[in-house]
């Protein structure tokens, strides 16, 4: 194997965990030095890529420290890694890309493909499995896991493993009162992929979505970057709302219906709202701004936010 001139290549002698080791020969490197090199996945012991810190080095290992961020690296415009480790990947995923594909066999390109081809570069036996998904033009943050038995295992904790997840919608009109609870039951028929929803018990699924009113805009004229006066008169004179949501539960299309029964429907939803005819982007406008919650092999809360889409600040600003 060529190496390039700027990778130091180090020869391990006697049994040690890589920190340990990488602290001693990098010049007394600090351990959140080495933590960065190792997440940055610039370290091989031998031919693989290493990211746990306490992996156990036998003599004779050749340990190689690329002065690059690592030689496979994710390059998609709809999909960046934020975090990853040797348990899970969280991405941040941009509108129009499905989570899974809708059918078996579909050669769609979806936030799963484009990670499956992303691990089988690094190992052909690798896998990656769907933790939770969000609609295909919802954007924002999702987590996958590199296993099955931790896909299982999050799947069945995930309320109690999630501590926070915050999302950030754009909605038709004025939200009142300003701040509160949605509570209601959903029912999801599935022929023809529509969540109904009910003030009452009616045997639903309860869904709980707290919010709160950032901004609110009623503008004389909506232009940005022309696209209001493409879409009609529907989108000039349009009032918004910027609002911030906390899932209390997490059912298919909850924040949409939820919004869409207090009057006020996610801007550019064709499913529950006005679509674009009331949108001057053309997008629906939800965010998956945060995700927080307990990692399910170290046991410690992790925190990852996604910066809220320019547009929507634009509209209210």
Known sequence: MIKRKQDTVLKVAEPAQLMDFLIAKMGGMAKSSVKQLLGQRRVKVGNAVQTRHDFLLNPGDVVTVSSGRGNSQLTHPKLRIVYED???????????????????????????SILRAYVKK?????????VHRLDRET?????????????????EY?????????????AEGILEPREGKITTWLTEDKRNAVVYSSPVDDGGDIAITNYKVLKTSKRDEVALNGEANKRGATAINQPY???ELHLETGRTNQIRVHLASKGCPV??????????????????????????????????KVRFESPVPKEFNKLVS
């Open 139 to 155: 954007s924002g943050l999702l987590v996958f896991a590199r296993s099955e038995e931790l896909q299982h295992y999050m799947r």
């Open 122 to 130: 690094q190992n052909a036996r690798a896998g990656i499995y769907v």
């Open 241 to 243: 709302s910027l609002v």
């Open 267 to 300: 801007v550019g939803d064709r499913k529950y709202g006005h679509g674009n005819e009331s949108s001057p982007i053309d997008r629906l406008c939800l965010h998956a701004k945060v995700l927080e919650f307990i990692h399910p092999v170290t046991e410690k």
């Open 86 to 112: 040797d348990d899970l990947i969280v991405v941040n995923k941009q509108p129009g890309l499905l989570t899974v594909a809708a059918t078996p066999g579909s050669s769609e390109t979806t936030a799963f």
């Open 158 to 170: 995930w309320r109690d493993l999630v501590t926070d997840r915050t999302y950030i919608a754009l």
